[in-house]
């Protein structure tokens, strides 16, 4: 998805956030494998409008910097922060080319970042400049595209995406994905080999990379049911990481 995209979607992106798979699954799959943040700096990569940001600070985080590519995600998110002031702060910046703090963070996290690199070189400055903004054995927290998802398996439609491969990317499948909100939103993204995640972070100097699983909390059984989402953790479209700097 371009930025120029990003900019038009602005504050209706907070809609993704309300569809099945985002609001029960990646939400609380996320933010457990974040884990106990109180007092810690957060820098919060590919922040869009702010929604995990926002989330992270009320988790006691005692410094929040959401960093983002887009103006118009930037300032729905700014504008979110003067509604129902958190004390979170906003940047727009190429996350390849982030501006080293004047402290190093604790913890970064991302959500939907490292899949929009263009090939493997971008993806290796991105993570360099991660690794830049860290202190040495801080937490990098990833949430993206699943690199095991079979496109011809069950429709993903009931939780909310619809997932079609339009061709192949120097980086892995490239992949048009379709928010069900009214209107819908599409976009397309890649889904990254996993050697090329693998590869472009140890490169850029992380270590001890844990994959980590989705799972369906207990409100998501209770509100929809076991079966419900059979399918989903059967061939979930998305996964998550952890490493450390």
């Not at 810690?40 to 869009?48: E, K, N, P, Q, T």
């Amino acid at each position: 998805m371009s930025v120029q995209q990003y900019d038009e979607i602005g504050e209706t992106y907070e809609g993704f956030k309300s569809l099945p798979m985002a609001h029960y699954a990646e939400s609380a799959s996320f933010l457990a494998m974040l884990g106990d943040v109180r007092g810690a700096s957060v820098l919060d990569l590919a922040c869009g409008t702010g929604f995990y940001t926002r989330q992270i600070k009320r988790l006691g985080a005692a410094d929040v910097l959401g960093v983002d590519i887009s103006t118009e995600m930037v300032a729905a998110a700014r504008a979110m922060e003067e509604r129902a002031p958190l004390g979170v702060r906003y940047a727009v910046a190429d996350i390849a080319e982030l501006p080293e703090p004047e402290r190093p963070f604790d913890v970064a996290s991302a959500v939907y970042l490292l899949n929009y690199a263009e090939d493997a070189a971008a993806m290796e400055r991105m993570c360099e400049s991660v690794h830049r903004s860290l202190r040495p054995g801080a937490r990098f927290c990833v949430l993206t595209q699943a690199p095991a998802f079979r496109f011809d398996g069950p429709d993903m439609a009931k939780y909310g995406f619809t997932y079609e491969p339009v061709g192949e990317g120097p980086i892995g499948p490239r992949v048009r994905i379709t928010a069900l909100l009214d209107p819908p939103v599409e976009f397309v993204t890649s889904y990254p080999r996993r050697e090329v995640y693998e590869q472009s972070l140890r490169k850029a100097g992380f270590h001890d990379l844990t994959w980590v699983p989705l799972h369906v909390p207990e409100d998501g059984l209770r509100d929809r049911g076991a079966d419900y989402w059979a399918d989903f953790l059967a061939n979930p479209p998305l996964t998550m990481f952890h490493c450390r700097a």
